[in-house]
């Protein structure tokens, strides 16, 4: 499962990113995969496309978290703790979903813990 090989990386996977742009976008499974790279797609108008960089940028992981929930974080040496949750940690039925790793890893984690969840649609920014 995606989140469980996640969990297991040390460092950003260009891999897993094109992986998380299929869960998002699964439309894009039927494309054919551009030569040059195996991280994009060909459109059949002939654009090339590439996945965004979840797993070492943290502004593409963001756009990971579903409308609507919030997002804390603790970086200390070099890795993170991120919680995605629905409210205020005084609100005894705030959900959370934990994330760690490197920053943007956490965060695809506890994004797509989220989602996997609540089942609810990823925006993509």
């Keep these: 499962e995606l989140i469980k090989r996640l969990e297991a990386t040390t460092e950003p996977d260009r891999a897993l990113d094109a992986e998380?742009?299929?869960?998002?976008?699964?439309?894009?499974?039927?494309?054919?995969?551009?030569d040059r790279d195996d991280i994009a797609w060909i459109t059949p108008?002939?654009?090339?496309?590439?996945?965004?960089?979840?797993?070492?940028?943290?502004?593409?992981?963001?756009?990971?978290?579903?409308?609507?929930?919030?997002?804390?974080?603790?970086?200390?040496?070099?890795?993170?703790?991120?919680?995605?949750?629905?409210?205020?940690?005084?609100?005894?039925?705030?959900?959370e979903w934990p994330g760690y790793g490197l920053p943007a890893i956490a965060i695809c984690i506890a994004a797509l813990k989220a989602k996997q969840d609540h089942d609810q649609p990823i925006q993509n920014s």
């Excluded at 742009?21 to 551009?34: I, K, Q």
């Design 45 to 95: 108008l002939g654009r090339s496309y590439m996945s965004s960089r979840y797993t070492s940028s943290i502004d593409d992981a963001m756009t990971l978290i579903p409308d609507g929930l919030m997002v804390s974080m603790t970086i200390g040496h070099g890795n993170a703790s991120v919680n995605v949750k629905t409210g205020s940690i005084l609100d005894p039925k705030t959900k």
């Design 20 to 34: 998380i742009w299929m869960t998002l976008y699964p439309e894009w499974r039927d494309y054919p995969r551009d």
